[in-house]
């Protein structure tokens, strides 16, 4: 028997909350909100690892995202440096003790049977998904984030001395390591 496409959608958005709740658990004394953080900053470019950032993309307050990092500071995971570029602005840094929590991440499950799909499967997946939070994202006025490679904002220059190709982001004046282009950016614009 066909489903209804309202049945359907009702059953997708339930299995994503649940696959949420499977992987939101209080791992090695770490709680669901910590260890987003601690995703978060091993995946965000030197413009997004912020309270701030981390509050929009999480899309909770600031004042909670800074609870939850300044207890990530004071047991060790995270370190707070001042921005060069703004003084008034702390950049968030994992740690070495932050690194190796994140080998024991509870998402790690959910990681591994994901790449147990098919790579069509996978790749539909992942178009799927993206178009879901996008769509909710709209909805809610929430700013999307995405990774620097796929933004509008970044340049490829050829290096006069080197005749290499180097990055910068065009918003912020700022050369981009090649690492940089995979990594989650808050002033994220679609180059589409």
């Not at 909670?64 to 921005?83: E, F, H, I, N």
Request: hydrophobic share 35%; proline share 4%; glycine share 6%.
């Amino acid at each position: 028997m066909k489903k209804n496409p309202t049945e359907t959608a009702r059953t997708i958005a339930e299995l994503i909350v649940q696959l949420g709740r499977i992987t939101h658990d209080y791992v090695d004394g770490l709680s669901p909100a910590q260890w987003s953080v601690l995703r978060y900053m091993s995946r965000a470019n030197q413009f997004s690892r912020t309270v701030s950032a981390f509050a929009e993309f999480h899309a909770t307050t600031r004042g909670t995202a800074s609870q939850t990092v300044k207890s990530l500071v004071s047991q060790g995971y995270l370190s707070r440096t001042k921005s060069k570029r703004d003084g008034r602005s702390v950049i968030l840094d994992l740690t070495d003790a932050g690194r190796a929590a994140l080998l024991h991440d509870p998402c790690s499950a959910l990681v591994s049977a994901a790449a147990e799909l098919p790579a069509t499967t996978r790749g539909q997946l992942t178009s799927g998904l993206e178009r879901l939070l996008g769509r909710l994202a709209d909805n809610s006025k929430i700013h999307p984030f995405g990774a620097c490679g796929d933004c509008s904002h970044v340049a490829s220059k050829e290096s006069p001395r080197k005749m290499t190709l180097r990055f910068e982001c065009d918003l912020n004046n700022e050369p981009l390591g090649e690492a940089e282009l995979t990594q989650t950016c808050i002033n994220f614009c679609s180059s589409d």
